[in-house]
């Protein structure tokens, strides 16, 4: 079994920076979108941004983090990015690596099959 491990997390302040990594533990691994959602406190999960693995490098945002949060994929690296700027108290979250087989970025929870355990990340104001 295919496990996504993140890593990074962690107490910053509102302005602040962090970086996400996400590492899948089989090399092989089959997969051609890799993606993070993000799940605060008292609400649904939400996607923040995917990329896809092979044949392009295509991203998607959502529109709450586009101009501040960037995805990257290091494929000799088998990982997967977040790099988060201008952090804002409402990004506080924890935030999951997620992967799919399927061709195509998508938003939605239900179509991502492999799944982190997830990273906290919490900006004080």
């Known amino acids: 079994q295919v496990q996504l491990v993140e890593s990074g997390g962690g107490l910053v302040q509102a302005g602040g920076s962090l970086r996400l990594s996400c590492t899948a533990s089989e090399r092989t691994f089959s997969r051609s979108v890799m993606a993070w959602f993000r799940r605060a406190p008292g609400k649904e999960r939400e996607f923040v941004a995917g990329i896809r693995w092979i044949r392009s490098s295509e991203t998607i945002y959502a529109d709450s983090v586009k101009g501040r949060f960037t995805i990257s994929r290091d494929i000799p690296k088998n990982t997967v990015y977040l790099q988060m700027n201008s952090l804002k108290p409402e990004d506080t979250a924890v935030y999951f690596c997620?992967?799919?087989?399927?061709?195509?970025?998508?938003?939605?929870?239900?179509?991502?099959?492999?799944w982190g355990q997830g990273t906290q990340v919490t900006v004080s104001s």
């Open positions: 997620a992967a799919r087989s399927a061709l195509g970025i998508s938003t939605a929870e239900n179509a991502y099959s492999y």
